[in-house]
T-cell receptor, first 118, second 110 residues
Framework: EAEVAQSPRYKITEKSQAVAFWCDPISGHATLYWYRQILGQGPELLVQFQDESVVDDSQLPKDRFSAERLKGVDSTLKIQPAELGDSAMYLC????????????????FGPGTRLTVL | SQQGEEDPQALSIQEGENATMNCSYKTSINNLQWYRQNSGRGLVHLILIRSNEREKHSGRLRVTLDTSKKSSSLLITASRAADTASYFCAAWDYYSTLTFGKGTMLLVSP
């Protein structure tokens, strides 16, 4: 069964360092999402891609976070410099839908990257 | 900001009992989805109910939606220890954004 892949699974870094997370969505999925999930909370959307284009990055702290999906397939989320408050689970999800407004949009999630900033 | 608010925050039951979780949301939605998350893992889609539907079943899951009250409930019947997880509702609005609630932690004891 096709799955969303993420790496690394765990990352420990010191504040002010740069970190990068990688996501490979399910083949053929046009839409890719990055979420941040703080312990005890639900996931919050950071950025959404439709193919290689960003369609929503309104919640992405752009002074330190960046995301790209250059060929419309896999994606990288970067934090530079990392801060203590960035400690969280970073989840990637993908969905098949191409249209922005769709009646059905099940998202398939990867296992996540657990980031700890010391 | 989080759209959905689950209630209760935590629920502890015995195997075989039913578990009911509630979710309230704020704005008009296209559909509402429920996801399960096992400890430290990614989320798994359970069921979707469209805004023009009132009830939906999938195996031991029953979801209801009341758009007039902006609320939904998830019922898990005959619970099993393997159902232990966090459950999140997620509202899909007309701007193509899926917004999650804070979740309900369910503990099913053998």
């Amino acid at each position: 069964e096709a799955e969303v892949a993420q790496s690394p699974r765990y990352k420990i870094t010191e504040k002010s360092q740069a970190v990068a997370f990688w996501c490979d969505p399910i083949s053929g999925h046009a839409t890719l999402y990055w979420y941040r999930q703080i312990l005890g909370q639900g996931p919050e959307l950071l950025v959404q891609f439709q193919d290689e284009s960003v369609v929503d990055d309104s919640q992405l702290p752009k002074d330190r976070f960046s995301a790209e999906r250059l060929k419309g397939v896999d994606s990288t989320l970067k934090i530079q410099p990392a801060e203590l408050g960035d400690s969280a689970m970073y989840l990637c999800a993908s969905s098949l839908a191409r249209e922005l407004v769709v009646a059905y949009n099940e998202q398939f999630f990867g296992p996540g990257t657990r980031l700890t900033v010391l | 900001s989080q759209q959905g608010e689950e209630d209760p925050q935590a629920l502890s039951i015995q195997e075989g009992e039913n578990a009911t979780m509630n979710c309230s949301y704020k704005t008009s939605i296209n559909n509402l989805q429920w996801y399960r998350q096992n400890s430290g893992r990614g989320l798994v889609h359970l069921i979707l109910i469209r805004s023009n539907e009132r009830e939906k079943h999938s195996g031991r899951l029953r979801v209801t939606l009341d758009t007039s009250k902006k609320s939904s409930s998830l019922l898990i019947t005959a619970s099993r220890a393997a159902d232990t997880a966090s459950y999140f509702c997620a509202a899909w609005d007309y701007y193509s954004t899926l917004t999650f609630g804070k979740g309900t932690m369910l503990l099913v004891s053998p």
